[in-house]
C-alpha cells in the first residue's frame, strides 16, 4: 500500500540557479537582438491558466534587457500537447496539433507562419551552442500571441529588490518594474482559464485554514500564508515552499500530486488503521495475548492504543489525520503550480464534508487528528514531550487567543453547510445518454458569443460521426454518412454544409492542452439533429435527438 512520510526530511531538489547566471554559455541569438549581449535575466516560473509549466532544473527561462523573454519551445508544446519537430540542418521547426501544422519557424529569424499567415516576432527564433531538438529557444510573446493571452508579470519589486540586495552590490535586471531573479513569474491567462469571479462566495477557504494551522505551525511555517481567496495568487517564494512540501510526499509533478490527494481522498492511513484494528478484534483473548507477549519495543505499546482508539473512535478510525492532510496538500499543490486554485478548493471541500459529517467542532476533530497523528507516528502520548503533546499546545495555545481562534478554528463552520466553489455545470445528452468527457479532452463551454462549445473528437464519437481534419486549409471535415457533411475551419466564421457556404457567428478553436472545440448548435443541427437546452439547478442541460448510425 503506498504510505507517505510528510515529516521526512525536505529534499531540496530544485536548486536556484545564480540570479543573473553571467556564467550559462548560450549561443549568441539570432540577428535581431537589441541590449547588451552579455546581460539577460532568469525567470523563475512560467504559468498557464494557474498551471506551472514543467522545466527540470537543466532548463532556464531568461530575459534581455528589453524585456523580451525566450522559452523552450518544446517544453511549452508538451504543455499544451502541441507536437514539435526540429530540421538541424536547415533550422525549420514545424509546431503541430492533431496532425495538422499550427506554426512554421525558422531559426535565427523573426518571421513565422500560423495558420497560413505570415507573422513577425519581435525577437528571433535562437540555439544553445550545442544545438539540439529540445533546445530550440522561442520568444514568450508567439505564446502570448497565439493562445490570445493576457501576460501579467509578478515577483519582486525595484524597490523591495534594492534594499534586500543593497549591501551586495548586484546589478539586477528590472523589467515592469520587476526584478530578473530566478523567483520571478509571469502568468499567462487564456480564455480558457477559470473565472473566480463567476465562483460565487465560498468557505472553503475556511476550512482549509483550520485543517492547516497547526501542521503549518508544527512544522514552523506561518499559517497565514494560504492563498485561496479570489484573484490571489501564491508569491515566487511560496511557490517554491509547495515544491519542497511535497517532495517529503514524492510528488514532483502535476500526475504525482494527484495521485497523493486521490489516495488521500480514498484511502489514507486511516485504511491501515482500520486493517490493524480488525486483526486484532478478530482474535480471541488468549491469542491476543500471546501476541502482546510476543510484542517487542514499541508494539508493546501500539497494539493496545490501536484498540483504544478504535474503541473511542468507531468506524470514523483517524479519519481527520488523513483530512487534514488533504487540505493542506491541496493548498500546497495549488501554491506549486501543479493544481489549480479551482482544483484545491474541491479537494478541500471533500475533506471539509467528511470533518463536518463526523465531527462536532475543532475541539473534537483536532482531537481526532491528534490521535491519528500519534497512531501514524507511533508515538507514546503517555510521555509529556512527545511530538503529539507539542501539537496539541500549539491548538491550545491557538484557541486561547480570541483572535487566532475566530480566524483558524470557528466552530459556526460545523453548523453551516460546506459551501465549495460554485460550479455551473454544463451536461449534454445524446438520445437520453450523457456525453461522457474525459479529463483531458477539454470541457464543454459558453464562448463569448454565447455558444456552447464542446470538445470536437468526443462530440463526434457519440454521435457516430467522422471527423477528418485537411493539414493544408486547416479544416475539419465532419461526415455522417447520405445525412451530409460539414466542414469547420479553425479560427474562421465560415463553415459549409455539402458545399454551400455558410457564416457563424463564433468559430472553431483550439485551446490548451490542444483540443480542438466547436459550436455544438451548428455542428448538430447541420446534421440533421435535433437540440434543446434548459436550465436545472446544476446548471445547463442540453439534449440532442439524431438517428446518426
Known amino acids: 500500500m503506498k504510505r507517505y512520510n510528510k515529516y521526512l526530511k525536505l529534499v531540496t531538489g530544485v536548486v536556484l540557479v545564480a540570479f543573473l547566471l553571467p556564467q550559462i554559455a548560450f549561443a549568441k541569438p539570432a540577428p535581431g537582438r537589441d541590449g547588451n549581449d552579455e546581460e539577460y535575466g532568469v525567470i523563475g516560473d512560467i504559468f498557464i491558466d494557474g498551471l506551472k509549466v514543467d522545466v527540470d532544473n537543466s532548463v532556464f527561462n531568461f530575459v534581455f534587457p528589453d524585456g523580451h523573454v525566450m522559452v523552450m519551445l518544446e517544453v511549452f508544446t508538451d504543455f499544451l500537447g502541441y507536437t514539435m519537430t526540429y530540421e538541424e540542418s536547415s533550422g525549420k521547426v514545424t509546431v503541430s496539433e492533431n496532425g495538422a501544422v499550427k506554426w512554421k519557424l ?51 519589486t525595484r524597490q523591495k529588490c534594492e534594499k534586500r540586495y543593497a549591501s551586495r552590490n548586484m546589478n539586477i535586471l528590472y523589467v515592469n518594474e520587476i526584478g530578473m531573479i530566478a523567483s520571478s513569474q ?17 468557505n472553503v477557504d475556511d476550512w482549509a485554514k483550520g485543517m492547516w494551522y497547526i501542521i503549518m505551525r508544527a512544522n514552523g511555517e506561518d499559517p497565514s500564508k494560504i492563498y485561496l481567496n479570489p484573484g ?7 511557490v517554491r515552499d509547495g515544491w519542497q512540501f511535497l517532495y517529503s510526499y514524492n510528488a514532483y509533478n502535476r500526475e504525482e500530486a494527484l495521485d497523493t490527494l486521490n489516495w488521500l481522498a480514498l484511502m489514507g492511513h486511516r485504511a491501515d488503521f482500520a486493517v490493524a484494528a480488525e486483526v486484532f478484534k478478530s482474535l480471541t483473548k488468549e491469542e ?26 468507531g468506524d470514523r478510525g483517524i479519519l ?36 463536518k459529517a463526523n465531527f462536532n467542532s475543532w475541539d473534537e476533530a483536532v482531537d481526532n487528528y491528534l490521535d491519528g497523528y500519534a ?45 465549495g466553489r460554485a460550479k455551473s455545470v454544463t451536461t449534454c445528452y445524446i438520445n437520453d445518454e450523457e456525453m461522457q468527457i474525459g479529463v483531458n479532452e477539454g470541457q464543454i463551454y459558453i464562448d463569448a458569443n454565447s455558444r456552447t462549445m464542446v470538445p ?24 455522417n454518412g447520405p445525412k451530409g457533411t460539414v466542414i469547420f475551419y479553425l479560427n474562421s466564421p465560415k463553415y459549409s454544409i455539402d458545399g454551400n457556404a455558410y457564416t457563424m457567428d463564433t468559430t472553431a478553436v483550439s485551446l490548451p492542452p490542444g483540443r480542438t472545440h466547436v459550436p455544438l448548435r451548428y455542428v448538430a443541427e447541420s446534421l440533421g439533429a435535433d437540440v434543446k437546452a434548459a436550465k436545472t439547478d446544476k446548471g445547463m442541460r442540453i439534449d440532442i435527438k439524431t438517428t446518426a448510425v
Not at 232 to 238: D, F, G, L, M
Not at 326 to 348: F, M, N, P, Q, R
Not at 467 to 472: C, K
Open 106 to 156: 525558422q531559426v535565427d529569424s523573426k518571421m513565422y507562419e500560423s495558420d497560413g499567415k505570415q507573422k513577425q516576432l519581435q525577437h528571433p527564433v535562437c540555439t544553445y551552442k550545442e544545438v539540439k531538438k529540445e533546445n530550440v529557444y522561442v520568444p514568450l510573446e508567439l505564446f502570448i500571441e497565439e493562445l490570445h493571452a493576457e501576460a501579467k508579470w509578478s515577483g519582486e
Open 186 to 202: 509571469i502568468h499567462l491567462y487564456t480564455a480558457n482559464r477559470e473565472r473566480e469571479e463567476q465562483w460565487g462566495n465560498y
Open 232 to 238: 490571489e495568487t501564491a508569491p515566487s517564494e511560496t
Open 288 to 313: 491476543y495475548n500471546e501476541v502482546l507477549a510476543n510484542a517487542e519495543g514499541m508494539d508493546k505499546y501500539m497494539i493496545p492504543y490501536t484498540l483504544e482508539l478504535d474503541k473511542k473512535w
Open 320 to 355: 481527520c489525520w488523513d483530512m487534514f492532510r488533504l487540505s493542506h496538500v491541496a493548498c500546497w499543490a495549488y501554491h506549486a503550480g501543479y493544481i489549480t486554485k479551482g482544483e484545491a478548493l474541491d479537494y478541500i471541500k471533500v475533506a471539509a464534508n467528511a470533518v
Open 375 to 419: 497512531w501514524w507516528g507511533r508515538t507514546d502520548v503517555s510521555k509529556e514531550n512527545s511530538s503529539y503533546h507539542k501539537r496539541y499546545r500549539i491548538y491550545k495555545n491557538a484557541k486561547a487567543d480570541a483572535t487566532t481562534a475566530k480566524t483558524y478554528f470557528n466552530d459556526a463552520l460545523f453548523r453551516q453547510n460546506v459551501v
Open 456 to 479: 470536437l473528437r468526443t462530440l463526434a464519437e457519440a454521435m457516430n460521426f467522422t471527423v477528418n481534419w485537411n493539414t493544408a486549409d486547416k479544416s475539419i471535415t465532419i461526415e
